[in-house]
């Protein structure tokens, strides 16, 4: 079973090795004329105003909040995707189970409004 | 030594030493990044390990979703990089005290402890078998895991609705 | 595929080394021929011919325009976190790149035949995910940063669709591992998993209407999952200039660009694979094997990025409401739908 994942660990290194390759190339033929507006931040031509780093809206961490229940509950889904053909009724009727808690809880958090964007 | 042996090493130094930059970074935004290579490097000792299944777990909760709110969150705050990470040292001598007898229990546990070193019976396919074990011997915890998640929802949308009031 | 390095090179490193290189053999040239492809459907789609004095009809273009990076200066702006700016083009290409290891290109290769499969592939995009938050960040930009955040939030709402829709093909095959789906699916066009897959006559006529929601779903959330239009807030150019990589230039900028091309083909072989029979040739036993199943799923893959295409050009963004609306309240409660009926069926 380990050798299966040895490619991925050969890819991800392929993977870097060629993008350290292509870097180098570029430093190689590009030119280095550095100039003050140059490294500037781009603002649309306008002089950049403040920095970027702001505080963000509390929406954007609500979004992770659910992803991350709803994507525990894919993880659970998944093995029991694979298996429950060979635990026939009873594995359907639990993961059911499972299931229709999680979708009271959907139901709530959509009636509370916390699925809206506005 | 094979080829697995220098991948774990490889693995073991990359998790340690992201680790030690979420520990010891200044830089809040460099700590929560270093601990992308953190839960990386410990996905490739889970595989390393046979449990595959749980490696991918790992990427797919800490990485996808888990340092994405912590990133978040730390957009959340305002001026993230002015941010005094570091608190001052006090009561140095009680604290090396804990520490040490801390370590040295621990060390002891390690070499105490007369470990098993059998090879891992080389399993076919994990996650049928994690999907038939939690339906049938593990399936209190799993059905009550749903419950947790369920309140972890409606904890969500309670913080949403403050949000909105205010 | 690694059976016959073996008898070629014997049982050493280099097996593996050879095999990991193949999707990078074959995510370059389709690189090229994705952006030219682009060009030209999108000049047509509005009655413009694109690049004409490059080799014939521009073909050459991409090749040019790929010359033409390499010689750009590469610039960090002063304001950037260096480091980070220099790391996230790596990590968003890393995260549809490495996906490519568990798609299966042809009956005799798969990059790395593990049994999660395209579960690895949902856990490894997440890398790209970071990425981009890095590169908008690091980028110190307010395009940038606003873009990534759209991007991120984006791509985490869709990523539920896409792995619950996932799981309506997994369900039916009972596999991860896309190798297997794929053979699940053998014997001609009416085994596919879109038309029910190889099932009894009256349980494929039950499962019909969810696998083609399923279908669909899976694709649409693909398009969403790789920020293309009507899903590409996070870039939208009359609003946020160019997104997370409006400070990019050269080679960086370009790997950016490569990342998304890999991507459109990622999710059209995810797609191809789960629903629409993966390398198995339509008709049957006609035209299979090695070569021919290579020869299908790029054919496939193709048609879907052709796809990618045709909608961008042909509907316009959506708001970031939509967006939501459409992720939390339209397509996961009919995935749930289609899990259940999928799995009555089936035990029934």
Redesign the interface.
Same mark, same amino acid.
């Given at each position: 079973m380990l050798e299966s994942y040895l490619p991925i660990f050969f890819m991800i290194a392929g993977g870097i090795a060629f993008g350290v390759v292509m870097l180098k190339l570029n430093e190689f033929f590009g030119p280095r004329r550095p100039t003050e507006e140059k490294f500037s931040t781009y603002e649309s031509g306008m002089e950049p105003v403040r920095t970027a780093r702001e505080r963000f809206s509390v929406k954007f961490y609500m979004v992770a909040v659910l992803f991350i229940l709803f994507d525990i509950e894919v993880v659970f889904l998944y093995p029991w995707a694979v298996s429950f053909r060979e635990l026939g009724y009873q594995g359907f009727v639990t993961m059911f189970v499972f299931i229709v808690i999680l979708l009271i809880g959907l139901y709530y958090v959509w009636r509370k409004g916390a699925l809206e964007w506005d | 030594m094979d #080829? $697995?042996t220098i991948?774990f090493y490889f693995l073991a130094i990359i998790t340690l030493g992201a680790g030690a930059v979420v520990v010891f970074s200044r830089n809040i935004?460099?700590a929560a990044?270093a601990l #992308?290579f953190a839960f990386?490097g410990v996905a490739?000792l889970y595989? &390393?390990l046979?449990a595959? $299944?749980i490696a991918? @777990?790992q &990427?797919?909760?800490y990485?996808?979703?888990? #340092?994405? *709110?912590v990133? $978040?969150?730390v957009?959340? @705050?305002?001026q993230?990089?002015d941010v005094q990470m570091k608190s001052g040292t006090i009561q140095t001598f009680p604290a090396v005290l804990v520490v040490s007898a801390l370590a040295g229990t621990l060390v002891g546990i390690f070499w105490s402890t007369p470990w098993k070193t059998t090879a891992a019976a080389?399993?076919?396919? @994990?996650?049928?078998? +994690?999907?038939?074990m939690?339906? @049938?011997s593990y399936?209190l915890p799993?059905?009550i895991?749903?419950?947790v *998640?369920?309140a %972890?929802? +409606?904890g969500? %949308? #309670? +913080?949403?609705?403050r949000?909105?009031n205010a | 595929m690694y059976e016959l390095l073996h008898d070629l090179l014997g049982d050493s490193l280099l097996v593996y080394v050879i095999g990991a290189a193949l999707p990078l053999l074959f995510v370059l040239p389709f690189a090229v021929v994705a952006v030219l492809l682009e060009m030209k459907v999108s000049a047509h789609m509005q009655d413009r011919v694109a690049y004409m004095y490059t080799g014939w009809h521009g073909v050459l273009q991409p090749v040019a325009d790929i010359l033409k990076l390499l010689q750009k200066e590469d610039t960090v702006p002063a304001a950037a976190d260096k480091f980070l700016f220099r790391l996230a083009p790596f990590l968003v290409f890393m995260g549809g790149y490495a996906g490519f290891a568990a798609l299966p290109f042809s009956s005799a290769y798969i990059g790395s035949n593990i049994d999660l499969g395209v579960f690895y592939i949902l856990a490894v995009s997440s890398l790209a995910v970071i990425g981009l938050m890095m590169s908008g960040w690091a980028s110190n930009n307010k395009w940038s940063l606003f873009g990534a955040m759209r991007s991120v939030a984006q791509i985490i709402s869709y990523e539920i669709p896409s792995a619950l829709s996932i799981l309506v093909a997994v369900m039916i095959v009972g596999s991860l591992n896309l190798q297997e789906v794929s053979k699940f699916q053998e014997g001609g066009i009416q085994n596919w998993i879109v038309f029910g897959g190889p099932m009894p006559l009256l349980q494929k006529l039950l499962l019909l209407p969810f696998t083609i929601t399923a279908f669909f779903i899976l694709f649409l959330a693909g398009i969403a999952e790789v920020n293309r239009t009507p899903f590409d807030l996070p870039e939208a150019e009359s609003e946020l200039v160019q997104g997370y990589n409006t400070e990019y230039s050269g080679m960086k900028f370009a790997i950016f660009y490569l990342a998304e091309f890999a991507n459109m083909f990622l999710v059209s072989g995810i797609v191809v694979s789960l629903y629409l029979g993966g390398w198995t040739s339509p008709f049957g036993d006609v035209m299979s094997g090695p070569i021919w199943s290579f020869f299908w799923f790029v054919a496939k893959g193709m048609f879907f990025v052709f796809l990618q295409v045709w909608i961008r050009w042909t509907l316009p963004r959506l708001r970031v409401d939509q967006l939501m609306y459409t992720s939390w309240k339209v397509l996961t409660p009919f995935l749930f739908v289609c899990i259940f009926a999928v799995g009555l069926i089936l035990v029934l």
């Open positions: - | #080829l $697995f991948v935004i460099h990044f #992308l990386f490739g595989v &390393l046979m595959d $299944f991918i @777990t &990427l797919m909760i990485v996808g979703g888990i #340092l994405v *709110l990133l $978040f969150g957009m959340l @705050t305002s993230v990089l080389p399993m076919e396919v @994990t996650a049928a078998k +994690i999907g038939e939690l339906l @049938t399936l799993f059905e895991a749903s419950v *998640l369920l %972890a929802l +409606i969500a %949308a #309670l +913080i949403a609705r949000e909105k | -």
